[in-house]
């Protein structure tokens, strides 16, 4: 059974930092290229970062780009998030996902991510 777990999110001011961690089990974590999404209130989920396995080539949002890092330890199965210089704007649930996909640096849809984590909520305050 795959499982992926999202955990670091919490509340924090703006121009302040988080990391998030997504530990993953029941898969093959070096067949996965893994993904961050997050969703706000009433907006769609939307994509925010994504990391291969065997390069560790990494592809972001244009919102999020130079202050948000991806990066993953495979001998951990852990995916990471860094987030630096946060604004309000970045608060939201946010999702790990994992993309059977590994060969190809850029897919950014939901549908291309078969396994979701639960989310973990991440509320910058102004």
């Known amino acids: 059974q795959v499982q992926l777990v999202e955990s670091g999110g919490g509340l924090v001011q703006a121009g302040g930092s988080l990391r998030l961690s997504c530990a993953a089990s029941?898969?093959?974590?070096?067949?996965?290229?893994m993904g961050w999404f997050r969703q706000a209130p009433g907006k769609e989920r939307e994509f925010v970062a994504r990391i291969t396995w065997s390069l560790r080539r990494t592809y972001y949002a244009d919102s999020v780009k130079g202050r948000f890092t991806i990066s993953r330890d495979n001998a951990k199965n852990t995916v990471y998030l860094q987030m630096n210089s946060l604004k309000p704007e970045d608060t939201a649930v946010y999702y790990c996902?994992?993309?059977?996909?590994?060969?190809?640096?850029?897919?950014?849809?939901?549908?291309?991510?078969?396994?979701w984590g639960q989310g973990t909520q991440v509320t910058v305050s102004s």
């Open positions: 996902a994992g993309d059977r996909v590994n060969n190809i640096d850029v897919r950014w849809r939901l549908s291309d991510y078969g396994y």
């Open positions: 029941g898969l093959t974590f070096s067949s996965y290229a």
